[in-house]
Structure formats: structure tokens, C-alpha cells
């Protein structure tokens, strides 16, 4: 699964959940945190589900 699903891809409820986390680590680093290994291991689980729901559907 190295391949991200293009954005288009992706259901509404993906997208809200990225959108959301990427909302949460911006005002995080707003707040002055740098490092935020939580927040991109949150997205990359959302593409890693997404990738596996497009491969099943073909």
C-alpha cells in the first residue's frame, strides 16, 4: 500500500477526517509544537484505509 489514493478518491467521511486532523496539527503547531508523529500516523492510517477500500472495490 505505497500508493496514496488521489484526493478524488477518497469518500466524504475521509475527507472530513483528514481535513479534521490536519485542522488539529495546524493549530497545534500555532501553539508552537513542531514534531506531531500522532497526527500524520492518524492520516496515514485514513489513506492506508482508503487505498484498501478502492483495491477491493476493483
Known amino acids: 500500500m505505497t500508493d496514496k489514493p488521489a ?4 469518500t466524504l467521511s475521509e ?6 486532523h490536519e ?3 495546524l493549530r497545534r503547531a500555532c ?5 506531531q ?7 496515514a492510517s485514513v489513506y ?3 487505498a484498501k477500500r478502492i483495491a477491493k472495490d476493483k
Open 7 to 10: 484526493w478524488s478518491d477518497l
Open 15 to 20: 475527507k472530513v477526517a483528514i481535513s479534521r
Open 48 to 50: 492506508e484505509r482508503a
Open 23 to 25: 485542522v488539529r496539527g
Open 31 to 35: 501553539a508552537g509544537i513542531e514534531s
Open 37 to 43: 508523529p500522532d497526527i500524520d500516523r492518524k492520516i
